[in-house]
């Protein structure tokens, strides 16, 4: 037996990890076993800290078995894994394996007091959803009733977001999820998530009131009521809502009074305990130009990546895609469109459709020959991605630079200034994060991309003969 006072929870832990990466997939490592910290280890009870009741849950409901194996191994047969939950109390039923430990409160969230007045009644309210005219205050929930939980197929891509979507829609304004912020990169999903869970929460609640709406739309409507001098009239409406959805949120970056307007929205529906969802195309943390006060806020509960579908997810969606249409495809050309087609899930619709348009057209069976035929024009017009690898490539035979030399801690101006393009290509031509970008180019942080991206702009502005550079690359990426 190990000699546990001799032992740190952290080691243990570690090894715990090490463990159950062998024997679980790298995304749900990732999304589920990274967050976590070890606090102690107290003879043969180890004690983690988790995000939320929610992550707790979604543990003891998919990896007891896995957690139970690496405690075993580690601790002995008598191993205990108890459970702090970082966020929210977790009063409730223990289960058999794990026990938890009282977790702390949160601490009360200071809030700025809204600077408008919170009306009680408007017999006449100004609606921005119905035609002007005619008397009537009921508010639609502009959901797309298409988009439900039944068709958005879960995987490693997106478990987190999908559960957490599914938690909100049972409890809306009683998770530890308010707000929820779905974010990831084009055509992956995240409408589609943010109209199901509305639709989950219309037929579970049919008392609350939904709204989903895009920031686009938002922005115009605030523009309009300042016009229109019913700026307060605006606000109230969205009062009114429970559960309020906003989708691209990054669209407000840059529009400070639309921002300000939301920001007091936000803390009006987070303060009665109303359900504010998000969509956006980055996290918090790499989102420009929003205000330090909003990025808090959209910090407080939970976001969650939807990433590119693996090879499964693919198969399934496309299997999906064929039983809702009444088609019938062979395995191996349905694996073989999964194969080649990999940016996101509206690209896979779009392929598979392609297909069955090609075979019903021409009279064609459907066979891999086919199949070959349609996809590789399929993928021809469809702009390929652009990696962090290439544009580094590019722009490192441009300025007869090596891609060491490039990502070296180097202070030369040229040298720096390539590094710069470098970032701020990426940044333009990939859906990689900040961070991402930052750890691929010289293992830089989020900040210095930033930094790397304000400069670009700057320099473009004011020096000639970089702004020169800086076209013949563009145009080099752009072919």
């Given at each position: ?6 032992e ?11 463990f ?14 990274e967050?976590?910290?070890?606090i ?62 009282p ?17 009680t009644?408007n017999?006449?309210?100004?609606n ?24 958005f ?16 829609a ?28 509305g639709?989950e ?45 906003v ?8 529009k ?10 936000f ?10 969802i ?7 943390v ?13 910090k407080?509960?939970?976001?969650a ?15 999906n ?10 395995n ?51 702009r ?5 690898d ?48 930052g ?40 072919m």
């Open positions: 037996m190990l000699d546990y006072t001799q740190t929870a952290i080691s243990v832990w570690n090894r715990c990890l090490q159950i990466k062998d024997n679980i997939g790298d995304q749900a490592f990732r999304t589920w076993f967050p976590i910290e070890a102690e280890l107290a003879e043969n009870a180890l004690y983690i800290q988790v995000p939320s009741k929610f992550f707790y849950e979604f543990l003891e409901e998919h990896y007891v078995k896995v957690l139970k194996s690496a405690l075993t191994k580690e601790l002995g047969s008598k191993a205990k894994l108890v459970y702090k939950v970082k966020m929210e109390n977790t009063s409730g039923k223990k289960q058999p394996f794990t026990e938890q430990l977790s702390t409160q949160r601490e009360p969230v200071k809030t700025q007091e809204l600077d408008v007045p919170v009306q009644k017999p006449e309210l100004k921005p959803f119905i035609i002007p005219g005619i008397r009537n205050v009921k508010i639609e929930s502009q959901l797309n009733s298409n988009y439900s939980f039944d068709n197929l879960e995987g490693e891509s997106n478990r987190l977001a999908r559960n957490a979507g599914m938690a909100v049972n409890k809306p304004g009683g998770t530890a999820f308010n707000p929820l912020l779905i974010y990831g990169g084009v055509g992956l999903g995240k409408t589609h998530l943010a109209h199901a869970i639709v929460i219309k037929d579970k609640h049919p008392e609350k009131t939904v709204l989903y709406i895009s920031a686009e739309v938002f922005m115009q409507q605030y523009t309009d009521s300042v016009r229109k001098q019913t700026r307060n009239d605006f606000i109230y409406f969205y009062q009114l809502i429970d559960v309020l959805i989708d691209d949120i990054q669209f407000l970056a840059g400070s009074g639309t921002q300000d307007v939301f920001f007091h929205i803390n009006y529906l987070h303060q009665n305990g109303k359900q504010v998000l969509t956006s195309d980055k996290a918090p790499d989102m420009q130009d929003i205000e330090q006060r909003l990025l808090s806020r959209f407080w509960g939970l976001s990546e939807i990433m590119h579908p693996d090879f499964e997810t693919r198969v399934n969606i496309l299997k895609i064929l039983y809702r249409d009444g088609v019938e495809m062979p191996d050309v349905v694996e073989y469109v999964a194969k080649n087609v990999k940016t996101n899930v509206r690209e896979l619709e779009g392929a598979i459709i392609s297909l069955i348009a090609q075979s019903s057209f021409n009279k064609k069976e459907v066979t891999i020959d086919l199949a070959k035929n349609v996809i590789e024009k399929f993928v021809k017009n469809v390929k991605e652009i990696s962090i290439y544009i580094q490539k590019i722009v490192s035979d441009y300025f007869e630079l090596d891609i060491d030399t490039l990502c070296s801690k180097s202070r030369k101006r040229n040298i720096v200034q390539a590094r710069q393009l470098a970032m701020f290509f990426a940044k333009k031509y990939t859906k990689s994060s900040l961070a991402n970008i750890s691929q180019i010289g293992s830089r942080d989020h900040a210095t991309v930033l930094h790397a991206c304000k400069t670009v702009d700057n320099l473009l502005e004011t020096d000639k003969e970089f702004k020169a550079h800086f076209e013949d690359i563009n145009k080099k990426l752009s």
